[in-house]
């Protein structure tokens, strides 16, 4: 017996051991962003074309605060936040900021990339078109990318032309978006309780009939 636990007792302390030297590989849960990695022409084109939207233009107003706030300039700021979010806004944005740091004015640099967009959606509308018997839906979603490019380029004018402080506009023009989001959603819901209210009648109107009205009528006949 005691040569036995003087036995298990060895290889306990060899396995530990061995555990403890062994060279341990370490994989990461996130994969790497290394400079090399280019997306595929389906992946960006896909994130280009996915329709715009207030919180996306939230996104990255707040994105070129902090962005701004640490003492990048407007340029940078616009080109590595646009990028990062993507979509049709966030596309005209790092148009708007590789073009500006390539020696582009202002105003040209804004109406290329609110050209070019006009022109992409035109693209993909002719396609729609063509797959949908006439039906355009892509019209409203650029319409609405060049809205919130618009959008902006007026919150960052005053910072680029007479230098001010670009914090405040910035947050101002997110609590607007975030004002006219909501004030959009409750006129969108008193819509719906009264297309609700006619539907809703209906139904209770035949059940008041039966339960209410024809039972009375029978009592005073009887």
């Given amino acids: 017996m005691a040569g036995d636990g003087a036995w298990v007792a060895a290889v306990s302390c060899a396995l ?18 290394r400079a090399d990695d280019v997306q595929t022409d389906d992946c960006a ?24 706030t640490q003492g990048s300039s407007i340029p940078a700021a616009c080109e590595v936040v646009g990028a990062a979010v993507g979509g049709g806004v966030g596309t005209a944005v790092a148009r708007v900021g590789n073009m500006m740091q390539r020696g582009v004015t202002w105003s040209d640099a804004w109406h290329i990339a609110e050209h070019e967009q006009s022109d992409h959606g035109t693209q993909i509308g002719s396609n729609s078109i063509a797959s949908n018997h006439g039906i355009n839906p892509t019209d409203a979603n650029t319409t609405t990318v060049l809205a919130y490019i618009a959008v902006i380029r007026s919150a960052l004018e005053p910072s680029w032309k ?10 101002s023009t997110v609590e607007q978006l975030d004002r006219d989001a909501r004030s959009a959603i409750e006129r969108d819901a008193a819509k719906l309780s009264v297309k609700l209210l006619l539907p809703t009648g209906l139904c209770f109107l035949p059940a008041f009939i039966m339960i209410g009205v024809i039972p009375s009528i029978i009592s005073f006949v009887m």
């Avoid at 062994?22 to 790497?32: A, D, E, G, K, Q």
């Avoid at 329709?51 to 902090?66: C, G, K, W, Y």
């Fill in 16 to 33: 530990a051991v061995w555990l403890r030297l062994r060279p341990r590989v370490i994989h990461n849960r996130l994969p790497s962003a």
């Fill in 45 to 68: 084109r896909e994130r280009q074309d996915s329709p715009a939207d207030v919180l996306q233009t939230m996104l990255i107003l707040r994105l070129l605060r902090v962005a701004l």
């Fill in 162 to 171: 007479h230098g001010d402080a670009p914090g405040i506009q910035l947050e």
